[in-house]
């Protein structure tokens, strides 16, 4: 019985924050509270006028990894005509991630909880308001970004049995097609409309597995290039205490042990042998971060830490820099990291497989290299940061190449593929 009244509870009033995200901390969050979305209407919209309103959901109070993808796309659809809308953790709200939505112009589905920290009346509420949402046609497309969501969307969508509602999922990271993981989701994957993807080699892998051609995409990131631009950072330099004219490398990500940060530190004092002038900024935060350090500091006095930092300030990180690196994708696999050092003009050291290996072509925008061999990295940055010709042609066709991924790019071929998924055969979304 508690059950089903979870179920069947009442909608919130627009413009009311859930009990659970009325806090201090939450109260960002109001700005981006959304209003009810307009029925679908009951006459089938002709294909290209479709869909008329999308749910993007991440269960995640972070505005770092797929939460700034889903944004930007959702921000970049309604530019189109989409009423696109965001699906976040209000359990959790956290990084004022109500005021970025605001800024966005993006409307937040805050009736949704959306927490990872699993609690059965959350997971009964979101269950129950998916369902009725999905019922009543607010919604033609809904797009999960993490197996959470994933799974909510699918039980709402089989309930609600309307032919016309597509499930998408935007299995993004290497781990999402890894085969341990695959063993646990390709299930949900094959009872989904259609997946999305940032690299062909992840759609390849999909495809071997045996999900259908049309029914998987590859969609790199994009990059506002109008903000992330070319210049100088001598202020933040001096910060750091690295020398104005010194050789720079540096990597912008969480300090995440998966993110490869202990092999590059490893391999920045091996290219000091070859380039002894050279400097290493470690750009970010993370759970890492204490042990990164204590290795910094037996490796070489030459390696800082530079803080994390955000607008304005992130731009200026990428400008400081001579040498950009990053050598495994963060949570949501995009690499947009990638696309932003490249975009304000700086050759890159990538490391090869997902998409950063695609993004980066080598020998034109940077260097691709296997992201755990040591040498291998070693030789790619000294050899850069020991030739500043090179490393400015580099610099230039990687500005170059990021323009070609803008975030309207991203958003047209993703509603390509929608419009795709709808001229075919719905999946039952049924276990």
């Given at each position: 019985m508690l059950a089903l009244l979870l179920l069947r509870k009442a909608a919130l009033p627009a413009g009311t924050l859930p009990l659970h995200a009325r806090s201090r901390r939450g109260a960002g969050v109001a700005c981006a509270v959304?209003?009810?979305?307009?029925?679908?209407?009951?006459?089938?919209?002709?294909?290209?006028?479709?869909?008329?309103?999308?749910?993007?959901?991440?269960?995640?109070?972070?505005?770092?990894g797929p939460v700034e993808g889903f944004i930007s796309l959702a921000r970049e659809l309604r530019?189109?005509?989409?009423?696109?809308?965001?699906?976040?953790?209000?359990?959790?709200?956290?990084?004022?991630?109500?005021?970025?939505?605001?800024?966005?112009?993006?409307?937040?589905?805050?009736?949704?909880?959306?927490?990872?920290?699993?609690?059965?009346?959350?997971?009964?509420?979101?269950?129950?308001?998916?369902?009725?949402?999905?019922?009543?046609?607010?919604?033609?497309?809904?797009?999960?970004?993490?197996?959470?969501d994933h799974h909510l969307s699918l039980w709402a969508a089989a309930r609600a049995k309307r032919p016309d509602l597509r499930v998408v999922r935007a299995a993004q990271r290497r781990i999402d097609v890894e085969p341990g993981a695959l063993r646990l989701r390709l299930g949900a994957l094959r009872r989904s409309d259609g997946v999305i993807v940032h690299a062909e080699a992840y759609r390849r892998r999909l495809l071997e597995l045996g999900l259908e051609p049309d029914r998987v995409v590859a969609i790199p990131a994009g990059v506002?290039?109008?903000?992330?631009?070319?210049?100088?950072?001598?202020?933040?330099r001096r910060e750091w205490g690295v020398p104005e004219d010194a050789p720079l490398a540096g990597i912008v990500a969480r300090m995440k042990p998966e993110r490869g940060h202990r092999t590059l530190l490893r391999a920045f004092a091996r290219a000091l042998s070859a380039s002894p002038e050279a400097w290493l900024v470690l750009v970010g935060r993370g759970e890492d971060e204490g042990p990164l350090r204590a290795l910094a500091g037996q490796l070489s006095p030459r390696i800082v830490f530079g803080g994390y930092l955000r607008g304005p300030g992130l731009v200026?990180?990428?400008?400081?820099?001579?040498?950009?690196?990053?050598?495994?994708?963060?949570?949501?696999?995009a690499c947009r990291g990638v696309l932003e050092a490249m975009a304000c003009g700086k050759?890159?050291?990538?490391?090869?497989?997902?998409?950063?290996?695609?993004?980066?072509?080598?020998g034109l925008d940077g260097r691709v290299v296997p992201p755990g061999d040591e040498e291998a990295i070693a030789s790619a940055i000294g050899s850069l940061l020991g030739d500043p010709e090179r490393?400015?042609?580099?610099?230039?066709?990687?500005?170059?190449?990021?323009?070609?991924?803008?975030?309207?790019?991203?958003?047209?071929?993703?509603?390509?593929?929608?419009?795709r998924l709808r001229a075919l055969e719905p999946r039952s979304h049924r276990p």
């Amino acid at each position: 019985m508690l059950a089903l009244l979870l179920l069947r509870k009442a909608a919130l009033p627009a413009g009311t924050l859930p009990l659970h995200a009325r806090s201090r901390r939450g109260a960002g969050v109001a700005c981006a509270v959304a209003a009810p979305p307009r029925r679908a209407a009951r006459r089938p919209p002709r294909l290209m006028d479709w869909p008329r309103s999308a749910l993007l959901l991440v269960s995640s109070s972070s505005r770092t990894g797929p939460v700034e993808g889903f944004i930007s796309l959702a921000r970049e659809l309604r530019a189109r005509g989409v009423d696109a809308r965001f699906g976040g953790d209000t359990v959790r709200p956290g990084e004022n991630l109500g005021e970025h939505l605001a800024l966005a112009g993006v409307p937040w589905e805050t009736g949704l909880r959306l927490s990872r920290k699993v609690r059965p009346a959350d997971l009964l509420h979101d269950a129950g308001s998916l369902t009725r949402w999905a019922r009543e046609g607010r919604f033609d497309v809904l797009q999960a970004g993490f197996a959470h969501d994933h799974h909510l969307s699918l039980w709402a969508a089989a309930r609600a049995k309307r032919p016309d509602l597509r499930v998408v999922r935007a299995a993004q990271r290497r781990i999402d097609v890894e085969p341990g993981a695959l063993r646990l989701r390709l299930g949900a994957l094959r009872r989904s409309d259609g997946v999305i993807v940032h690299a062909e080699a992840y759609r390849r892998r999909l495809l071997e597995l045996g999900l259908e051609p049309d029914r998987v995409v590859a969609i790199p990131a994009g990059v506002d290039a109008a903000w992330f631009t070319p210049g100088s950072a001598p202020r933040l330099r001096r910060e750091w205490g690295v020398p104005e004219d010194a050789p720079l490398a540096g990597i912008v990500a969480r300090m995440k042990p998966e993110r490869g940060h202990r092999t590059l530190l490893r391999a920045f004092a091996r290219a000091l042998s070859a380039s002894p002038e050279a400097w290493l900024v470690l750009v970010g935060r993370g759970e890492d971060e204490g042990p990164l350090r204590a290795l910094a500091g037996q490796l070489s006095p030459r390696i800082v830490f530079g803080g994390y930092l955000r607008g304005p300030g992130l731009v200026e990180a990428y400008r400081a820099l001579d040498v950009a690196v990053w050598l495994r994708e963060g949570n949501d696999g995009a690499c947009r990291g990638v696309l932003e050092a490249m975009a304000c003009g700086k050759p890159v050291v990538a490391g090869s497989g997902g998409a950063s290996g695609e993004l980066v072509r080598d020998g034109l925008d940077g260097r691709v290299v296997p992201p755990g061999d040591e040498e291998a990295i070693a030789s790619a940055i000294g050899s850069l940061l020991g030739d500043p010709e090179r490393a400015r042609r580099y610099g230039e066709s990687a500005r170059r190449r990021a323009g070609e991924f803008t975030p309207g790019r991203a958003a047209e071929a993703t509603l390509a593929f929608w419009r795709r998924l709808r001229a075919l055969e719905p999946r039952s979304h049924r276990p």
